[in-house]
């Protein structure tokens, strides 16, 4: 079982930048699976990025968001450049560990002038 903690969101305005953190309860190996998803209101959940050995990104944020993991801290990291309204939403921190889905409780992010 793996528990996980996001934090990280909060408000700022476009243009601007935060960086997300999860924290994992237990190490993960580099092989399975870890990523971002947000939701925002009215809206499914989408993915945002993922990483195992190599990374991808969806295209509403390609060039402006990193994905990485410090495997020696149990955390990931996304890293949101350049943000923008549409941004806005609750991020979901998920990893895909011995057969079953995880996911974090979510943290806020509100891009607004």
């Known amino acids: 079982q793996v528990q996980l903690v996001e934090s990280g969101g909060g408000l700022v305005q476009p243009g601007g930048s935060l960086r997300l953190s999860c924290v994992a309860s237990?190490?993960?190996?580099?092989?399975?699976?870890m990523g971002w998803y947000r939701q925002a209101p009215g809206k499914q959940r989408e993915l945002v990025a993922t990483?195992?050995?190599?990374?991808n990104y969806a295209d509403s944020v390609e060039g402006r968001f990193t994905i990485s993991r410090d495997n020696t801290k149990n955390t990931l990291y996304l890293q949101m450049n350049s943000l923008k309204d549409e941004d806005t939403a609750v991020y979901y921190c998920?990893?895909?560990?011995?057969?079953?889905?995880?996911w974090g409780q979510g943290t806020q992010v509100t891009v607004s002038s």
């Open positions: 237990r190490s993960i190996d580099i092989m399975y699976r």
């Open positions: 990483i195992t050995s190599t990374t």
């Open positions: 998920n990893v895909g560990w011995s057969g079953r889905v995880y």
